[in-house]
């Protein structure tokens, strides 16, 4: 007599899969994430073991922390996972221009000037705010005024930059003499007291407004001229 006997060896042996550990990184220059390389190993004691990644390594990772799921399946079916994490932090400043030193003279009529200026801001991931601590527009006082500029992009980094602004007072002050004054000699003397007024006024302020003669002087008989002079309390006369 005789028998035939079928042997079925199965392949109930998973996979071995290795992933990498959490990865960090800061983000790559002017982009917002990062390329990340890695490496996933998968064995088996049977070949051929296929090995696939949710997110492929030398992939653009976004900023924040993404979860990449690995898994491996061998010739028979039998399947092993693992997951790591790729974490990509935004570590880079935001690019902030200020202008130059800004120098202007004073409005009319006024003790300052309104300076109008441009400061401009980017990031690779975004700007949330760009404050200046005078704002464009803003009437700047007669001397000089130093503006500090701040940009801070959507994941908190943060770049300053300052310039300054100066405004010079060129306005002279206005100064008004009284028509000439034509009198006669005062009893008793050679010449005349003379009293007379002269007004003097500035967009920022007046500093002295002096006569050759002073009213009340006595003025000998003849012609006299008086000279006035105003300055201002920034030197212009």
């Known amino acids: 007599d005789s028998c035939v006997a079928t042997i079925t060896v199965l392949d109930t042996i998973f996979p071995s899969l290795t992933c990498p550990s959490n990865i960090t990184v800061s983000n790559d220059f002017g982009i917002c994430g ?79 000037a309104i300076v109008n200026f441009s400061v401009t801001a980017s990031d690779s991931c975004g700007i949330a705010s760009v404050v200046s601590s005078y704002p464009s527009g803003f009437k700047f006082p007669v001397g000089t005024t130093t503006v500090y500029d701040t940009a801070i992009d959507i994941h908190g980094n943060t770049s300053t930059c300052s310039f300054t602004v100066t405004v010079n007072d060129t306005t002279k002050p206005t100064l008004v003499c009284p028509a000439n004054i034509t009198v006669s000699n005062d009893s008793g003397i050679c010449g005349a007291v003379i009293n007379f007024s ?29 000279y006035d002079t105003a300055i201002d309390i920034h030197g212009n006369t």
């Open 34 to 112: 990062a390329v990340v390389n890695f490496s996933v190993s998968g064995t088996d004691n049977c070949s051929g073991v296929i090995v696939v990644s949710s997110v492929a390594s030398g992939s653009t990772f976004p900023i924040g922390t993404t979860t990449v799921n690995d898994t491996a399946t061998d010739a028979s079916g039998n399947v092993s996972v693992c997951s790591f994490t790729v974490t990509v932090n935004d570590t880079t400043k935001p690019t902030l221009v200020c202008p130059a030193n800004i120098t202007v003279s004073n409005d009319l009529d006024s003790c300052g």
């Open 198 to 226: 002269i007004t003097a006024s500035d967009n920022c302020g007046i500093a002295s407004a002096v006569s050759s003669y002073p009213s009340g002087f006595t003025f000998p008989v003849g012609t006299t001229t008086v």
